[in-house]
């Protein structure tokens, strides 16, 4: 683990600042307490019953999201991060409480991260960082909602199609039973699917 570059803090700022527009004294606090790091392929990150203590964006790679079946014990997919995104699990980082969830990387990944304490303490110090903290907070919570209901609401082959753009990115990056797992279908029903319509937008 390091200090965050320059590269990668510029990355970073384009990405926040499509929420809202940071003060030049907010930019150098942030800069000051964010590190960045690499994962390989298969590493869990956080385990199931941790407490997550940093929150990652992810700048290169593919993290996914596990549920465990508590009678079964069977993990499942139940989402994906692709770069540029916000890592964290609901509840876990921001309550501090045991995470019910799973994270590993896909593939091999190129992180920022910051941890909890620092970022409880730019939040005291600075009202942009709660505001910021909601806004992508709201906007996740959004993403996973609509998701849920598509799960329900859709037909198999619209939820395809529905998700089609993700998968064309998530189908040499995972595991086909990974994929099936997020999209609530079976593999093979997802491999039928997959060899009809993907890459037809290339």
């Known amino acids: 683990m390091q200090r965050i570059s320059n590269e990668s803090f510029n990355e970073l700022m384009?990405?926040?600042?499509?929420f809202m527009i940071l003060g030049f004294r907010v930019?150098?606090?942030?800069?000051e307490v964010l590190y960045e790091t690499t994962y390989e392929k298969d590493a869990r990150i956080?385990?199931?019953?941790?407490?997550?203590?940093?929150?990652?964006?992810?700048?290169?790679?593919?993290?996914?999201?596990?549920?465990?079946?508590?009678?079964?014990?069977?993990?499942?997919?139940?989402?994906?991060?692709?770069?540029?995104?916000?890592?964290?699990?609901?509840?876990?980082?921001?309550g501090q409480q045991v995470s019910e969830r799973a994270i590993e990387a896909s593939q091999g990944c190129k992180v920022i991260l910051i941890s909890y304490l620092d970022w409880s303490v730019l939040k005291s110090a600075?009202?942009?960082?709660?505001?910021?903290?909601?806004?992508?907070?709201?906007?996740?919570?959004k993403m996973r909602m609509e998701h849920v209901e598509d799960m329900k609401l859709l037909s198999i082959e619209e939820r395809y199609l529905d998700k089609e753009e993700i998968l064309d990115y998530l189908f040499p990056r995972a595991q086909l039973n990974h994929i099936a797992d997020y999209m609530g279908m079976a593999p093979d029903t997802l491999g039928r699917l997959r060899s009809k319509y993907y890459?037809?937008?290339k």
């Open 46 to 94: 956080l385990n199931f019953g941790d407490t997550q203590q940093v929150v990652w964006f992810l700048m290169e790679g593919l993290l996914r999201e596990i549920r465990m079946n508590h009678k079964t014990l069977k993990e499942m997919t139940s989402w994906f991060w692709p770069p540029r995104s916000f890592c964290y699990t609901n509840p876990g980082f921001f």
């Open 126 to 141: 600075f009202e942009e960082i709660e505001v910021l903290t909601e806004m992508i907070r709201g906007m996740y919570n």
């Open 199 to 201: 890459g037809r937008k």
């Open 14 to 18: 384009h990405v926040l600042e499509t």
């Open 27 to 31: 930019k150098i606090a942030l800069k």
